[in-house]
């Protein structure tokens, strides 16, 4: 079986004597959205930078398409388009000439979908870049990312700056990406617009890889909250055992269920509640348990 499009196998990276990322392995297969998930300084950018063959490994590797990010890093870059978390962009040219001219060096000739993208991302790609507020600039570098089809995309917090409309309209493209079978690795500190795209969650915290999440598990499961009036129920949803702190000693039910929502309402139909909320189980409390 041939190996996943990225593969980072126990990579690491020291910065003199600091260690800011320890032994991370990790995959993403083709048409697959993994978000990496941490907080500020946790080792997100040294991951994507070493992928993309900026960094040089301290130990292990990183290969993308086979080839090692580091000592085949013209190969591995044929396969990425790269959104990096701070923009150096030319600023003397006009959006469209920037994307014209990244397809160029890449072999490619952006066609007619150039400006359906500007279009939904909201932009006017004839403007001098020097002109741009620094979302608009963002929204020209995403889009210069999102036009060509490679097989790879990797975004560095890429909704940093862009306002909710956009967000969720690049989401969308994400999505769209992943349909045509692009594989997308981003990272983030928002557990909301992870939740919404991702097919797996990796959770990183002060260099370590310390969770990986199928969003498919989270989505199957609903987190219930409320309030009881009465004894604690001595069983759970379909006569299921309840984990012991379900219900605290002043009333308050919080729990994980998963199975079919019926069974889960006619169990709680016939507890003594005065307030109640079910939503799709989240990332938070995982989220929490690395960096609560
Ligand atoms: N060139 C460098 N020299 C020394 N230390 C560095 C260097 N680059 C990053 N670091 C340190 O490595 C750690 C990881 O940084 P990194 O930028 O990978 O984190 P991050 O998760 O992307 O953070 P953020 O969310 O703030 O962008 C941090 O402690 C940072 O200070």
């Known amino acids: 079986m041939s190996e996943p499009l990225l593969v980072a196998d126990h990579l690491t990276k020291d910065y003199g004597t600091f260690r800011a990322l320890a032994d991370l392995t990790l995959s993403v297969a083709a048409g697959e959205v993994v978000g990496l998930l941490g907080p500020n300084g946790s080792g ?26 580091w000592a085949d890093s013209v190969e591995t870059r044929k396969r990425v388009a790269y959104l ?26 952006p066609g007619p979908e150039v400006d359906a993208l500007a279009k939904k991302l909201d932009i006017d790609i004839d403007r001098p870049l020097t002109h741009m507020s620094s979302g608009m600039k963002r929204k020209v570098a995403l889009l210069a990312v999102l036009v060509p089809k490679v097989p790879l995309i990797i975004l560095d917090e890429p909704t940093n ?67 009881l009036t009465g004894p604690p129920p001595a069983h759970g949803p379909g006569g299921a055992e309840l984990a012991p702190n379900t219900v605290s000693a002043d009333g308050r039910l919080q729990m994980t269920f998963r199975g079919p929502l019926p069974v889960l309402l006619d169990w709680l139909a016939r507890q003594p509640l ?14 929490k348990r690395f960096h609560g």
Do not use: N
């Open 161 to 227: 700056t862009l306002d909710p409309t956009m967000r969720d309209e690049l989401l969308e493209q994400l999505k769209s990406a992943r349909a045509r079978g692009q594989a997308v690795l981003f990272s983030s500190h928002v557990l909301q617009e992870v939740e919404t795209v991702c097919d797996r969650v990796a959770v990183l915290r002060r260099g370590e890889l310390v969770h990986v999440q199928e969003m498919s598990e989270l989505r199957e499961g609903r987190s219930v909250s409320a309030r």
């Open 44 to 69: 997100k950018s040294t991951a994507l930078r070493l992928m993309l063959g900026f960094l040089k490994p301290t130990s292990g590797r990183a290969r993308i398409g086979g080839f090692d990010c």
């Open 84 to 109: 990096p978390g701070e923009l150096r962009l030319y600023d003397t040219m006009t959006g469209r000439r920037l994307v014209t001219f990244l397809g160029r060096l890449r072999g490619d000739a």
């Open 274 to 287: 005065t307030d109640l909320v079910i939503e799709p189980q989240g990332l938070a409390p995982i989220y």
